[in-house]
């Protein structure tokens, strides 16, 4: 259980920021337009891509010695600070959502949320590389509870930005609202830093 809420907060703390999938799920349910099919798709590819990471990671750990796995966690530290830099001076700038009736049509939606997805190269340092990476000590049991823990959160939180839209539309621009949110992933990914710090000493 403890691997799985791991798994929660970690994958909440990367998927939480305003970026352009975000941006982009928020407006389809602001328009009412193929909102389940969007929220199922972004959720879906998320589930895909960390358990792609995790066994990955899972499959190569044959070829790991101490010298690889050093590197590796130099990699993660590396991405951890970055993360939380970015955090910390975060300008949050005005979001303007696209809030006209105009719906496009499935197949336009279709490939629109696939390339949101896809075709951004933050979705894979994410899922693939960080959860991969981060899970890469782990039991297998542990690996498995782990991705389901981050696969819970992509779910959770896609489907609560899609069909509460209007919500999320109206705060997004709530300036303390985001340094709290940003205070409390800070303070996650900071220990987290130290875990993986602490196995780099070791």
């Known amino acids: 259980m403890s691997f799985i809420i791991l798994g929660f907060l970690t994958g909440m703390s990367l ?8 941006i982009f799920v928020i407006e389809q349910g602001l328009k009412k337009n193929f909102v389940f099919l969007v929220c199922s798709i972004c ?8 358990f792609l990471g995790i ?18 966690n130099i990699l993660l530290l590396g991405f951890l600070l970055h993360f939380i830099w970015s955090k910390i001076n975060n300008d949050k700038k005005k979001v303007l959502f696209k809030t006209s009736k105009t719906k496009i049509t499935l197949l336009k939606t279709l490939l629109k949320t696939m390339g949101f997805t896809y075709l951004n190269p933050h979705v894979y340092f994410d899922t693939v590389f960080f959860l991969g990476n981060f899970s ?6 542990q690996k498995y509870y782990f991705g389901i823990g981050a696969s819970i959160a992509s779910i ?9 839209s209007q919500y999320f539309a109206k705060y997004i621009q709530n300036e303390k609202i985001w340094k709290i949110i940003n205070f409390i992933i800070i303070f996650f990914m ?3 830093t130290l875990l993986v710090l602490a196995e780099i000493i070791n």
């Open 15 to 22: 998927i939480l920021a305003i970026g352009a999938q975000n």
């Open 190 to 192: 900071s220990l987290l």
């Open 156 to 164: 959770s939180f896609f489907f609560l930005l899609g069909f509460l």
């Open 43 to 50: 959720a879906l590819s998320d589930i895909i891509l960390i």
């Open 55 to 72: 066994f990955l990671f899972q499959y190569f750990e044959f070829f790991f010695n101490s010298a690889v796995k050093l590197i590796f």
């Open 136 to 141: 890469k000590g782990f039991l297998i049991e």
